[in-house]
């Protein structure tokens, strides 16, 4: 059986006096075997990524210290390394994907450099082997155009593609151990499929380890080998995802395994009677861009949409980024104007009342 890239034994971090318990982390031990994709569950402020960010050696040594316990990256105790050690061993030993790209990334430098600097630091590549290099890890994580995507910098890239290109910072030097904390939280659902069939084919291909710190069950049984369940701070169960989500032994993790919604609605009875409160009908949003030395360019953000809404129903709307829903969420509040169309509220039209009418 193979050694484990990663081990915690007994892990203890401790709370500032005046926090609401006194450890963030206490008495936690788990380990993550090459290849293998080990979720740690639990919901906010269980200690999920406290524990990682002890790992990656990140944590705000004047709020959060380690008491006690041991963390071995392949044998070696990350809790009495150096700053220097820690640094050196960032990218090379272990990497992490961060919940938020756009807080990660450098907005002021292209994208090809960001990924570029982890070679400078850490390898004896030319400056055109860099380069190809980089060209090669974005081709990887399935960016478009590589060539193009180089020099772009962040706020040109969508979420999805800002996360891709933190999988190939973090993938540029073929880490052992990958430390993914929450990297799908902020996507719609369809880029966040394409973010974790990601990873799974990179720890396939690449015999990776991954610490993987997420609070949707839906994410663990998509991801998971093996699941440890997080409460206050401490570990309350483990096992395989199978075990852990179809037998699951204690009543927390059961509580959580049981708040995740169901595909299934749960059919209530409505009045057929009910008037209805809110409708649209054939409702259009046009944005047009033009300038002095471009063509105009018209973007139908929402195209002829009619929805109706009765007293006592709930509607959802639901999309990929992009779709149009919240921008026929705000022509109904007017917060923007409809180009085309009518909205109804209460048998009133309010598409074209005036601004001071709908105060």
């Known amino acids: 059986m193979n050694k484990p890239i990663l081990t915690i034994n007994n892990l203890t971090v401790r709370l500032p006096a005046d926090a609401d318990r006194s450890n963030a982390v206490e008495d936690v031990s788990l380990h993550v075997n090459p290849g293998e994709i080990l979720c740690i569950v639990g919901e906010s402020g269980s200690g999920k990524s406290v524990t990682a960010h002890t790992v990656m050696g990140l944590l705000p040594r004047q709020q959060l210290r380690p008491t006690a316990g041991q963390v071995l990256l392949q044998d070696e105790d990350l809790l009495l390394a150096s700053d220097e050690r820690l640094r050196a061993l960032r990218g090379v030993g272990m990497a992490m994907i961060f919940q938020e790209p756009m807080t990660a990334l450098n907005p002021v430098l292209q994208v090809g450099q960001q990924i570029e600097e982890m070679l400078l630091n850490h390898t004896q590549l030319s400056s055109r082997e860099r380069h190809r290099k980089v060209l090669d890890l974005m081709h990887s994580v399935s960016l478009p155009d590589p060539d193009k995507m180089h020099k772009a910098y962040p706020h040109q890239l969508s979420g999805g593609q800002r996360q891709r290109v933190m999988i190939a910072m973090a993938l540029a030097l073929d880490p052992p151990l990958l430390i993914a904390d929450e990297p799908t939280t902020a996507l719609d659902v369809t880029t966040q499929a394409q973010i974790l069939q990601l990873i799974k084919d990179l720890n396939r291909d690449h015999g990776t380890g991954v610490m993987f710190i997420t609070h949707d069950f839906g994410v663990v049984a998509d991801i998971a080998d093996r699941v440890a369940v997080m409460q206050w701070g401490r570990i309350v169960e483990t096992g395989t995802a199978e075990q852990v989500l179809r037998n699951p032994q204690n009543d927390y993790t059961r509580m959580l395994v049981s708040a995740v919604p169901s595909l299934k609605p749960k059919l209530r009875e409505l ?38 809404v009765k007293r006592g129903q709930t509607l959802g709307i639901v999309g990929e980024s992009g779709s149009g829903k919240s921008t026929v969420a705000r022509c109904i509040v007017r917060l923007i104007d409809p180009s085309a169309g009518a909205i109804y509220l209460d048998n009133d039209e309010i598409a074209s009342l005036p601004v001071n009418q709908l105060r």
Do not use: M
């Not at 008037?275 to 009908?281: A, G, K, N």
């Not at 973007?299 to 929805?307: E, K, L, S, T, Y």
């Open 271 to 308: 009045d057929p009677e009910s008037p209805v409160v809110l409708s649209t009908q054939d409702l259009r949003k046009v944005y047009g861009q033009s300038g002095w030395f471009k063509r105009g360019r018209v973007v139908n953000a929402a195209n002829d949409v009619n929805i109706q």
